[in-house]
């Protein structure tokens, strides 16, 4: 089910990593050179040794771009509740002007819903 580590080292197929992905507008720590080794020392039969092997892996670990980093702050304090605002996102009038929203009107009627919007 799972390839172990020298499978994917001396397999065929070419790595794919998610820098690939990236398209060049996104901001990387790392050159795109060197985000992989050349592919002769991943498929070479002489690093068949543990410490061969272990000797390509900072090289195909790349060092994640600031802007994938999640944000692990702590919430902030900016809700700032307001009947105004809520009344122009969510209020009866928005409803009317747009199409999605006459749906949803329509369809909280059907459910004979006591309030269709705020």
Do not use: Q, W, Y
């Not at 397999?11 to 990593?17: E, K, V």
């Not at 195909?60 to 304090?77: I, K, N, W």
């Amino acid at each position: 089910m799972f390839k172990s580590l020298h499978e994917v080292l001396h397999s065929n197929t070419p790595l794919r990593t998610f820098t690939s992905l990236r398209g060049p507008s996104r901001p990387s720590l790392l050159p795109s050179s060197a985000t992989l080794p050349p592919s002769s020392s991943i498929t070479s039969p002489t690093t068949s040794t543990p410490s061969g092997i272990l000797s390509l892996l900072p090289n195909l670990l790349t060092a994640r771009a600031f802007s994938s980093t999640p944000a692990l702050s702590a919430p902030r304090d900016t809700f700032d509740p307001s009947h105004f605002v809520r009344k122009r996102r969510h209020g009866f009038l928005s409803r009317i002007r747009t199409r999605k929203g006459r749906a949803l009107l329509k369809r909280r009627k059907a459910k004979r819903r006591s309030t269709l919007s705020h």
